[in-house]
């Protein structure tokens, strides 16, 4: 079922559509700080004061600012290193290095367990482990 | 304390202020217009013990300060937008005096009436779409039981699992980001402008299914039912994926002039 909600920015609330939303997600704070910090028109006042410098968005609130050129002026990247986020860091983790270094390693223990010299049990190769 | 400030929320052709004496701005005094070269800065006077650069950089640390300010310039900005079209300004935008805010109106007049044009008649939609079926993890303990039992073809077996398992999830992932690319694509269409911001992180949004659109629609007053509709119907046809919609808002993401990334 699709769902529907219909409020306002202003109303603090957004519409969701979704299988499994169950209700409006409330346009949070993220919403708001990402127009006010990111967006909206740079002109330079009087009074000089970078938010890039602001410590706390570099720290505590870095994921908000979330434009790419200003992320990666502050060195903000998750995104890209995120493989759910980036079909290139996915595609160079599952088809690159990674697989073919796991690929070797498994290929090197099933010569051992099919030769019949090891009983040492498979060491889990899941996701977890590699990348690291 | 005397205000020595002046915080600047959107530049507009005119506006009526009376409306916003309800509205609190950010230091709780009343919004206020500055007039020149046909053009109107909404503003506030403010005490630069609060919002100087020396306190600006304290206080935009003090994340309470920073919601406060932030809806409090929100809130401003919407309401004016209620009455027409208007440039907003980032956050913490502040003159010593309104000479120095007309003397920027003058300056850069061609440029708030080029940007004012083009957001004429119309607001921002935000739409955001959330990965909520992600693809399988690896099972780890098919893995080992198949392994468990070394012999011929246990090990062939398992390489071919494996295998499997990632081009299933590569994938899945694939078609999550080309689904994004495609609504995207379908929510353009009626969109004078579009504007993809970067993917809000899960702490931020609170919700654990990666984002993977993050857009802004620049539609035409007229066009929000078609646009919400159009969005319903793309999260029919994408079950996979979670669609929200934010808006109307004011037009943040076009407040460019030009020098900015803005159209020109």
């Known amino acids: 079922m699709t769902t529907a909600r219909v409020m306002q920015p202003g109303a603090e609330a957004a519409q969701a559509y979704g299988s499994s939303m169950g209700g409006g997600q409330v346009a949070n704070l993220g919403d708001i700080l990402e127009r006010v910090l990111d967006k909206g028109l740079v002109i330079a006042g009087d009074i000089q004061v970078n938010l890039l410098d602001i410590e706390l968005l570099t720290i505590k609130l870095r994921l908000v600012i979330a434009s790419l050129e200003t992320a990666r002026e502050v060195g903000i990247d998750w995104w890209e290193r995120d493989p759910w986020l980036s079909a290139k860091a996915f595609d160079r983790a599952a088809d690159g290095r990674d697989l073919e270094q796991e690929n070797v390693q498994l290929r090197e223990r099933v010569k051992e367990l099919e030769s019949g010299r090891s009983r040492r049990e498979i060491p889990r190769t899941g996701r977890k482990s590699r990348g690291t | ?264």
């Open chain 2, 1 to 264: 304390m005397e205000p020595n400030g002046t915080w600047v929320y959107a530049i507009t052709e005119r506006v009526d202020v009376t409306p916003l004496a309800q509205i609190g701005g950010v230091g709780g005094r009343p919004v206020r217009t500055v007039a020149a070269a046909g053009l109107t800065a909404v503003a506030e006077d403010v005490d630069l013990a609060e919002f100087g650069e020396e306190a600006l950089r304290r206080n935009l640390e003090d994340l309470d300060w920073l919601e406060t300010t932030a809806r409090a310039h929100h809130r401003v900005i919407d309401a004016v937008a209620q009455q027409g079209p208007l440039v907003p300004m980032r956050l913490a935008t502040v003159y010593s005096g309104d000479a120095r805010i007309a003397a920027m109106l003058t300056q850069r007049e061609a440029d708030f009436r080029s940007a004012l044009r083009r957001i004429s008649g119309r607001m921002e939609w935000g739409v955001k779409a959330y990965a909520d079926r992600q693809p399988e993890a690896s099972d780890d303990s098919a893995v080992t039981a198949g392994a468990s039992r070394p012999g011929g073809g246990a090990g062939a077996a398992y390489l071919q699992r494996r295998r499997n398992q990632l081009t299933a999830q590569k994938n899945a992932r694939r078609e999550t980001l080309a689904s994004a690319e495609m609504i995207h694509a379908e929510l353009a269409r009626y969109a004078a402008e579009t504007r993809v911001h970067t993917p809000q992180a899960p702490q931020l949004t609170g919700i654990k299914a990666p984002m993977i659109l993050n857009a802004a629609y620049l539609l035409d007053g007229t066009r929000g039912e078609d646009f919400a509709a159009a969005v319903a119907a793309l999260a029919d046809q994408h079950p996979g994926l979670r669609l929200e919609l934010t808006g109307p808002w004011p037009p943040y993401s076009f407040a460019g002039t030009g020098e900015e990334g803005g159209l020109t």
